[in-house]
T-cell receptor, first 117, second 111 residues
């Protein structure tokens, strides 16, 4: 697609429920990133996928958070047993990756606003 | 991972040039410097990226001194629509930006 697409744009869930957030990266982008942004705060790195390599999960805040990327394209971020502190905007980004493409930077989606009540 | 420090907020008037400086004392040899712009309810948008000296595109200029321990984003003749949060990131091109973006600099442009 023309840009990074995320769905849903807004999600309200009850505490303790599981949620799945979806990210469709730009076609051809091998690298995909998930970030979290709490109200008025900067972006917090969560997880990074690069091609077929094992993902870098070093930013995931707890084992309730997981993510997968199927076929090197679409990614799903899953939060199990949601807590109120999980409320934030979850942003996905993709990039061409690899040497020589740094001029293009990273393209972000519009995010999913998650509210845990 | 290089930590960055930026002013929390800045005010300006339409038509003025705005310079936002970012400090990154622990920048590594392979790190690039990238600036993003974020409007409310939107994801950050890439503005400019550089490694050293000066980089200019149709939106902004990026000045990086020889020691690379700081960088300055320059926005020429800002307009009301430039009101946004500006983030400075330092990291590896291919390694992904694991650095916490931080709160960025909130630029408010007045008429």
């Amino acid at each position: 697609g023309a840009g990074v697409s995320q769905s849903p744009s807004n999600k309200v869930t009850e505490k303790g429920k599981d949620v799945e957030l979806r990210c469709d990266p730009i076609s051809g982008h091998t690298a995909l990133y998930w970030y979290r942004q709490s109200l008025g705060q900067g972006l917090e790195f969560l997880i990074y996928f690069q091609g077929n390599s094992a993902p870098d999960k070093s930013g995931l805040p707890s084992d309730r958070f997981s993510a997968e990327r199927t076929g090197g394209s679409v990614s799903t971020l899953t939060i199990q047993r949601t807590q109120q502190e999980d409320s934030a905007v979850y942003l996905c980004a993709s990039s061409l990756g690899g040497q020589g493409f740094w001029n293009y930077g990273y393209t972000f989606g519009s995010g999913t606003r998650l509210t845990v009540v | 991972l290089a930590k960055t420090t930026q002013p929390i907020s800045m005010d300006s008037y339409e038509g003025q040039e705005v310079n936002i400086t970012c400090s990154h004392n622990n920048i590594a040899t392979n790190d690039y410097i990238t600036w993003y712009q974020q409007f409310p309810s939107q994801g950050p948008r890439f503005i400019i990226q550089g490694y050293k000296t000066k980089v200019t595109n149709e939106v902004a200029s990026l000045f990086i001194p020889a020691d690379r321990k700081s960088s300055t984003l320059s926005l020429p003749r800002v307009s009301l629509s430039d009101t946004a949060v500006y983030y400075c990131l330092v990291g590896l091109n291919t390694g992904g930006f694991k650095t916490i973006f931080g709160a960025g600099t909130r630029l408010f442009v007045k008429a």
